[in-house]
């Protein structure tokens, strides 16, 4: 059994930045894949991004490929969310997640078996 906590979270500027952290109870987090996912107000959960048991490879959705960067530091049994140039739109409960078995990260969130309690964004002018 794995815990995962999210902390980071609260409200942000339009065009600002967040960073969430996501940490584990157990080190066996560091064999396999995390990832994120989001879900906003009425609208069903969405994938944003994860990386690699190796930390090397990192898949992203189209939502923030080029704002939002995953990563890790095993050290810590953490896993980091950094969200840049944020807009109303990316307000939602930001969840980590990480899979039974793979250590590479994908986008269906049926292959992933733990789960945090989720840290809320609220991007606002």
């Known amino acids: 059994q794995v815990e995962l906590v999210e902390s980071g979270g609260g409200a942000v500027p339009v065009g600002g930045f967040a960073r969430l952290s996501c940490t584990a109870s157990a080190r066996t987090f560091n064999d396999h894949a995390a990832s994120w996912f989001r879900q906003a107000p009425g609208k069903a959960r969405e994938f944003v991004g994860g990386?690699?048991?190796?930390?090397?490879?990192?898949n992203y959705a189209s939502l923030g490929r080029s704002r939002f960067t995953v990563s890790r530091e095993k050290a810590k049994n953490t896993v980091y969310l950094q969200l840049t140039d944020l807009t109303p739109e990316d307000t939602a409960v930001y969840y980590c997640?990480?899979?039974?078995?793979?250590?590479?990260?994908?986008?269906?969130?049926?292959?992933?078996?733990?789960w945090g309690r989720g840290t809320q964004v609220t991007v606002s002018s």
């Open positions: 990386i690699s048991a190796s930390g090397e490879y990192k």
């Open positions: 997640a990480a899979p039974i078995e793979e250590v590479y990260p994908v986008s269906d969130s049926s292959r992933y078996r733990y």
